[in-house]
């Protein structure tokens, strides 16, 4: 299946997903969103056993493309990223979130919807949507991080360095920017070689609270 928006490249069990709008800061435009989730349905019918998901450029992602607020429905496209966050959030596949770069916003939200993260020492977090007036996925903020730290993320806006992440238990690894992608694969390796890691992610997904109804 061939995308517009993203790359998808898949070598044996693991597949390595590319949000491919770097003009863009890989925003998250309604027809990237769609083409993630039609990723996301194939790669599970391909028994994929481990998923990678970075950006293009030095960015990872910065969240939802807002020019789309100014021509749509601001209720409508939340309404339509509902099956977005469904998919990956409860995806039976393991999910690695390969930072890049800054994760802003809905960029945030997508690391923190991945089971295993690991970042780029000059990634950067940040829900600078708040100071426009738009709230934050607190409720999914508060899974990854300490109450504390996702309090200060959802009502200031102020980013934290790839060190605090680190040291806030939200990521798993922090590297130099020539390793990301070697240390994503390592870790997909040992996920997909653990012959009880789909179980235990459909346990995951069973135990977890839907955040997303």
Do not use: W
Not at 178 to 204: H, N
């Amino acid at each position: 299946m061939s995308y517009q928006y993203l790359i998808c490249d898949r070598q044996d069990e693991i597949a390595t997903i590319t949000l491919n709008r770097p003009d863009k800061k890989n925003a998250l435009s309604t027809p990237l969103r769609d083409e993630i989730i039609a990723c996301f349905d194939a790669l599970a019918s391909e028994r994929t056993r481990a998923i990678i998901i970075t950006g293009a450029g030095e960015t990872f992602c910065a969240g939802f493309d807002l020019a789309e607020f100014t021509t749509g429905d601001p209720a409508a496209i939340f309404a339509h990223a509902t099956a977005y966050h469904h998919k990956v959030y409860n995806s039976p596949v393991p999910t690695i979130a390969a930072v890049n770069g800054a994760a802003y916003a809905g960029g945030l939200d997508l690391a923190a919807m991945c089971d295993l993260r690991i970042a780029v020492t000059t990634a950067r977090f940040a829900q600078p949507q708040v100071r426009m007036g738009i709230p934050a996925a607190f409720e999914l903020m508060k899974t990854v991080f300490p109450e504390p730290v996702a309090r200060q993320l959802c009502l200031t806006g102020e980013p934290l360095t790839a060190s605090q992440a680190l040291g806030a238990g939200f990521l798993n690894q922090v590297c130099e920017a020539d390793q990301l992608m070697s240390r994503a694969t390592e870790l997909a390796t040992a996920v997909a070689a653990a012959k009880g890691s789909t179980a235990m992610r459909a346990k995951i997904v069973s135990a977890q609270q839907n955040l997303f109804e």
